[in-house]
């Protein structure tokens, strides 16, 4: 049974930081591709960054990059996001996905966690 487990959200100010955990079991982790998305209160879910399997290509949206890292660790089966200078309109459920299909799309992951809230303030 495959299981993606999101961590690190909560509550932050605007320009503060935070990291993002996603602990997966039950899958070959060194073999797919990870991603985040995000769904902002009545908006689409949308990509955020991406991170092919050997770790050696990554993907940003416009809007966080620069501001955001994500990265992996195919020992610990973990994947991650760091994300600096949070502004307002990070607001949002963050959520990890896994799939074989790159680039990644929202119809094209396998497997997806339940989200982890990261609300920023002003």
Known sequence: QVQLVESGGGWV???GSLR???AASGLT???DHMAWFR???GKERDIVA???WSGGFTYYAG???GR???SRDNGQNTVYLQMN???PEDTAVYYCASGRRWPPTIHGMDYWGKGTLVTVSS
Do not use: D, E, H, M
């Open 13 to 15: 100010q605007a320009g």
């Open 20 to 22: 993002l955990s996603c």
């Open 29 to 31: 982790f060194n073999t």
């Open 39 to 41: 769904q902002a209160p």
């Open 50 to 52: 991406a991170i092919r």
């Open 63 to 65: 809007s966080v990059k």
């Open 68 to 70: 955001f890292t994500i």
């Open 85 to 87: 200078n949070l502004k």
